[in-house]
């Protein structure tokens, strides 16, 4: 890096990068954030897949609690299909957060989503 070049410290990865490599604050044009854009992004790509794995969460207990109403299953299997971008995409959210359950040795939320998975290809 050029010596005239200003620079910033990320608060995040504690490295001095470019002030292009910071995102401008929306109300103003000469401050930035302080956190460089790949540590930015890296943070909302793991809080999105924390928001898919809730939402996965979320249905599963409707799912449980409203197994003998056909109207609700078909309504939330319609909601996930919907949030998920389709069938294949809620198959491979069930795939993704069973794996991450069963590596991180969650037993119980590995069993919750075994037998989601089972009541939802009844549906």
């Known amino acids: 890096m050029?010596?005239?070049?200003?620079t910033l410290p990320c608060v995040v990865c504690y490295e001095r990068k470019p002030l292009d490599q910071f995102r401008r604050r929306s109300r103003s044009d000469?401050?930035?954030h302080h956190e460089c854009r790949a540590c930015a992004n890296r943070y909302m790509r793991e809080?999105?897949?924390r928001q898919r794995r809730e939402r996965l969460d979320d249905a599963l207990v409707r799912l449980r609690r409203h197994r003998e109403s056909p109207g609700q299953l078909e309504h939330l299997a319609s909601v996930?299909?919907?949030?998920?971008?389709?069938?294949?995409g809620v198959a491979i959210e069930y795939v993704n957060a069973f794996e991450a359950a069963r590596e991180a040795g969650d037993r119980k939320a590995t069993a919750r989503y075994l037998t989601g998975l089972l009541d939802c290809m009844f549906v």
């Open 30 to 32: 000469d401050r930035r």
């Open 47 to 49: 809080w999105r897949a």
């Open 2 to 6: 050029e010596a005239d070049v200003p």
């Open 80 to 88: 996930l299909i919907a949030a998920f971008h389709g069938a294949a």
